[in-house]
């Protein structure tokens, strides 16, 4: 009898360890209770980060990656989050290091961690990890990156950091794909799918709803986007973008004032980006104004005298636009003058700002009705105004009674896949004009 059951253990095939049970959640594999902890903390960082690439608790996250390499040596997910550490805070060479510490140990590690860890390295952008990991951001497997964090949140469903990543990913073929406006749309779906699902897990993510506002814009859902971004209740930029989009104006400059009264800007930058949203808002003589007191900031600064030079540049930029705005044409276009001669003396280096330079030439004589004029420059102007200078060009040719020409462009703006203060400002008013254009 015992010989019997011998031989039938020896011929029954060994069982397969039984997987253990999940929950949802990845496990990993270490036995480092210290090291588990601050694995799950330094996730938890990233959870909350804006988004993947932007860590501004990097110095946090490394530590707690650093906690957890030297709590156990073989955890794969602990070297893998100390090369995200790394690359956070620029150090590509180190970072390469870990990831390639965390693919040889991500081999024998859990089936989530595994997972996790590849399909993360999958969708590195070159400014993440170097070579042999780094692609251009437009030009890696994106397709592939979608299917794995896809895989990934279908067996690790309690996951939010999957959810969010599977939405940064659609929402990124979205914005770097020409493909045609319903194929993108169905990006933006899908993003939107993965966000409420990382909102179900939690409520209160900050970078879900943020990301959800903005899947919301480019389905141009602009008052669920405005809710969105107001959760928790903000005072953001995104949010006056959203009645830019409506085409509520007076909302949006309303806002700005609010935003000025309760926090005025010291830096230079930021009273440049309110003049420009005031002046584009409607109010050219308050984006006037805020031009001249980022004159007032950059005198008050210790930078070089290039960089000044740079910033004067920009000031004479856009006091040419809001004097073009409220009829001052022969004033506007003495601006104008002015920072093509800044461009002139500064040589080869100030040929850089040339089609700036168009863009404004092309901005103030559309102002003062020389359309033909504005077209000329407005062609040669760089793309970084863009979908804004697109409106303009759509304006010119529709005032030189190219209708065709004007169509095309307007329906460019309503098409563009970018988001910020150049849609907002141009998005609602070229939805009108092309209308009117549509109209027998």
């Known amino acids: 009898m015992i010989l019997a059951c011998t031989v039938a253990l020896l011929l029954t095939p060994p069982a397969l360890p039984a997987a253990p049970p999940t929950d949802g959640r990845m496990t990993f594999g270490t036995k480092s209770e210290a090291a588990r902890a601050a694995v799950r903390e330094a996730l938890g960082i990233l959870e909350g980060s804006p988004q993947m690439g932007m860590i501004p608790r990097s110095k946090e996250l490394h530590a707690l990656a650093q906690k957890a390499v030297d709590a156990d040596t073989e955890s794969a997910i602990a070297h893998y989050l100390l090369a995200v550490a790394f690359a956070a805070q620029s150090e590509r060479d180190a970072a390469a290091v870990q990831v390639e510490r965390a693919t040889e140990l991500a081999k024998a590690a859990p089936d989530g961690e595994r997972r996790f860890i590849e399909a993360s390295i999958v969708r590195a952008p070159r ?11 437009i030009d890696y497997p994106r397709d592939e990156a979608i299917a794995r964090w896809g895989e990934f949140v279908a067996k690790y469903p309690k996951e939010i950091l999957g959810f969010l990543t599977l939405a940064e990913m659609h929402a990124g073929r979205y914005s770097a794909l020409r493909s045609a406006p319903e194929t993108r749309a169905l990006d933006l779906e899908q993003a939107q799918k993965a966000l409420r699902s990382a909102l179900e897990l939690d409520p209160t993510s900050v970078r879900a709803h943020k990301a959800l506002g903005a899947v919301l814009v480019g389905l141009r859902e602009f008052a669920q986007a ?3 971004y107001e959760t928790p209740p903000t005072l953001s930029d995104a ?11 007076a909302e949006a400059r309303a806002r700005v004032r609010h935003q000025l009264e309760r926090n005025a800007p010291t830096a230079v930058a930021s009273w ?4 420009h949203l005031q002046l584009e808002a409607g109010d050219a003589a308050a984006g006037l104004a805020a031009y001249d007191q980022g004159l007032e900031a950059l005198k008050k600064t210790d930078w070089s005298d290039e960089e000044k030079q740079v910033w004067v540049g920009r000031w004479h930029h856009g006091r040419g636009r809001s004097l073009a705005r409220l009829g001052k044409h022969d004033e506007a276009w003495a601006e104008v003058e002015i920072v093509k001669k800044m461009i002139d003396a500064g040589g080869d280096a100030g040929q850089q700002y040339l089609p700036a330079w168009h863009y404004l030439a092309g901005y103030v ?4 009705g020389q359309a033909e004029a504005a077209l000329d420059h407005l062609k040669q102007a760089g793309g970084q105004h863009d979908p804004h200078r697109t409106l303009l060009l759509g304006r010119a040719c ?8 004007a169509r095309t462009h307007y329906r460019a703006v309503l098409d563009s896949t970018r988001q910020g203060i150049e849609l907002a400002v141009s998005y609602d008013e070229a939805k009108t004009r092309l209308a009117a254009l549509l109209t027998p």
């Open 127 to 137: 400014s993440t990890f170097p070579a042999p990991w780094e692609t251009r951001l």
């Open 226 to 228: 405005r809710r969105e």
């Open 239 to 249: 949010v006056t973008y959203t009645y830019l989009l409506e085409g509520n104006r």
């Open 272 to 275: 440049n980006f309110f003049a």
């Open 365 to 368: 004589k559309l102002e003062a």
């Open 398 to 405: 529709e005032a030189l009674k190219d209708l065709d020409g």
